[in-house]
């Protein structure tokens, strides 16, 4: 079983930046592609990004291309995800959930939430105007 926890959240101005965590544990995930989703108010949940088990592939959806970059350290112990958002809108306010998924392929990266297995319980982001 993984347990995934997003940190990092906040209010922030548009312009700004911000920088998820994704804690995970009971087991290493360094076999696992992990991905970001975000759920806006009144929207359905969406792919922000994912990284490959290797971080051989990273993939990212049209809106946050150019602005957000994600990465993974499982190195050293660590089991870690971030995601770095920088050049803030209004329309990136959500919740950010951290997911994850076995994978034995070292560059698959799904961008659906139903390919994930293990989600965590979300960090809310509002980008004030």
């Known amino acids: 079983q993984v347990q995934l926890v997003e940190s990092g959240g906040g209010l922030v101005q548009a312009g700004d930046s911000l920088r998820l965590s994704c804690a995970a544990s009971?087991?290493?995930?360094?076999?696992?592609?992990m991905g970001w989703f975000r759920q806006g108010p009144g929207k359905e949940r969406e792919f922000v990004a994912g990284?490959?088990?290797?971080?051989?592939?990273?993939?990212?959806a049209d809106s946050v291309k150019g602005r957000f970059s994600i990465s993974r350290d499982n190195g050293n112990g660590k089991d870690m995800m971030y995601l770095q958002m920088n050049s803030l809108k209004p329309e990136d306010t959500a919740v950010y959930y951290c997911?994850?998924?076995?994978?034995?392929?070292?560059?698959?990266?799904?961008?659906?939430?139903?390919?994930?297995?293990?989600w965590g319980q979300g960090t809310q982001v509002t980008v004030s105007s």
């Open positions: 009971g087991r290493t995930v360094s076999s696992y592609t």
């Open positions: 990284i490959s088990r290797s971080a051989g592939r990273v993939v990212y």
């Open positions: 997911a994850a998924r076995y994978s034995s392929g070292s560059y698959y990266v799904p961008m659906v939430s139903s390919e994930y297995n293990y």
